[in-house]
């Protein structure tokens, strides 16, 4: 195996995904490369982190306070 020299679709940099690399996601059992240079990746997987605290955990949260405040009536 050789290092690979990719485009990043998010930003258009050119990243090198590394032989090592290539080897553990060969062993993890992925099968495509990636797509993304690690910057994006990291920025791509925050945003998901964020959007899954706003859209469930804020509902949980509003669902308590309105439980809270009915038992305080």
Do not use: A, S, W
């Amino acid at each position: 195996m050789e290092d690979k020299n990719i485009i990043c679709k998010d930003c258009g940099k050119e990243f090198v995904f590394t032989t090592g690399e290539q080897e553990f996601f060969k062993e993890k059992g992925f099968t495509n490369d990636p797509v993304r240079c690690p910057d994006c990746r990291k920025i791509r997987k925050n945003q998901k982190r964020n959007k899954k605290f706003n859209e469930t955990d804020l509902y949980k949260y509003v669902v308590f306070v309105k439980h809270f405040y009915l038992e305080i009536k």
